[in-house]
């Protein structure tokens, strides 16, 4: 593989169920975003990753938790999912950390909570 | 706050010329990025702006000043492949990347 995958492709969820969203990249990049995007709203940062071993919140951090064990992966967790988290998940990375470089994105998981 | 402002939706004829602006109000300014995202996929690169004046990429030019808060996207030659949401995206002085929420070209023959 070439790039950044995203697992699942699509996924129906009950509220309050847990659920958890994977990202790999094989590029080597150092730094790795996670996304959600909603009709008539940017992108908006859940949290981001500058390199293996950290994270950071972004804009819309609550009810997120992400973990960084190695370079390629980069899942993000859903601990008790909520309807207003029906969105479209897009998985990012950069070369460098800190925003310096062009963002490549994932094929995106979107997600329905019912 | 910081705020970036795009048109929502515009519509163009195949083989013309269309100009898609963007206005933006942020903490700072360390570059601004044009997007393509197709309905259904992930956005893809377009084009990066950190000086004022303007960028050409074949049929894609996006020009910025930064004394204005202000980008546009240039597309000529306009073909139906073109019809996607175009994002604008401006890193801020924290180098965070601050996204408007994208224009929808529709391109009819």
């Known amino acids: 593989i070439a790039g950044i995958t995203q697992a699942p492709t699509s996924q129906i969820l009950a509220a309050g169920r847990r659920m958890t969203l994977r990202c790999t990249q094989d590029m080597r990049h150092n730094a790795m975003y996670w996304y959600r995007q909603d009709l008539g709203l940017g992108l908006r940062l859940i949290h981001y990753s500058n390199t293996a071993g950290t994270t950071g919140k972004g804009e819309v951090p609550d009810g997120y938790s992400v973990s960084r064990a190695n370079t390629d992966d980069f899942p993000l967790t859903l601990a008790s999912a909520v309807p207003s988290q029906t969105s479209v998940y897009f998985c990012?990375?950069?070369?460098?950390?800190?925003?310096?470089?062009?963002?490549?994105f994932g094929p995106g998981t979107r997600l329905t909570v019912l | 706050g910081q705020n970036i402002d795009q048109p929502t939706e515009m519509t163009a004829t195949e083989g013309a010329i269309v100009q898609i602006n963007c206005t933006y109000q942020t903490s700072g300014f360390n570059g601004l990025f044009w997007y393509q995202q197709h309905a259904g996929e992930a956005p893809t690169f377009l084009s990066y702006?950190?000086l004022d004046g303007l960028e050409e990429k074949g049929r894609f030019s996006s020009f910025l000043s930064r004394s204005k808060g202000y980008s546009y996207l240039l597309l000529k030659e306009l073909q139906m492949k073109d019809s996607a949401s175009y994002l604008c995206a401006v890193r801020d002085s924290n180098y965070q990347l601050i996204w408007g929420a994208g224009t929808k070209l529709i391109i009819k023959p």
């Open positions: 702006n950190v």
């Open positions: 990012a990375s950069t070369e460098r950390g800190g925003g310096a470089d062009t963002q490549y």
